[in-house]
């Protein structure tokens, strides 16, 4: 059994930055590919970016340069900083782990970009 807890989201303004968390437990981190994931409301859950075990890194074109994800094997964590917020980047914020056929998702955390 795998549990991932998000936090770090919130209100921002246009431009700022933000930086989510994510805490994995129950399970052997190391070998997990994680990624983030966001969904807003009326459109489809997209991918966000990921990192695989040997911190190889893929973004969504709308997030290269602004957004950078990362993990800490000995913390458990998988962080994404989120930088030049744009109010359509407004959505929840999904944690995602993978290995094997096994897929586990956070809670969820949200982030509004506004004025």
């Known amino acids: 059994q795998v549990q991932l807890v998000e936090s770090g989201g919130g209100l921002v303004q246009p431009g700022g930055s933000l930086r989510l968390s994510c805490v994995v437990s129950g399970s052997i981190f190391t070998f997990w590919t994680m990624g983030w994931y966001r969904q807003a409301p009326g459109k489809q859950r997209e991918l966000v970016a990921s990192?695989?075990?040997?911190?190889?890194?893929n973004y969504a074109d709308s997030m290269k340069g602004r957004f950078t994800i990362s993990r800490d094997n000995a913390k458990r964590t998988v962080d994404l900083q989120m930088n030049s917020l744009k109010p359509e980047d407004t959505a929840v914020y999904y944690c995602?782990?993978?290995?094997?056929?096994?897929?586990?998702w956070g809670q969820g955390t949200q982030v509004t970009v506004s004025s």
């Open positions: 990192i695989s075990p040997g911190r190889s890194t």
């Open positions: 995602w782990g993978s290995r094997g056929s096994a897929n586990s």
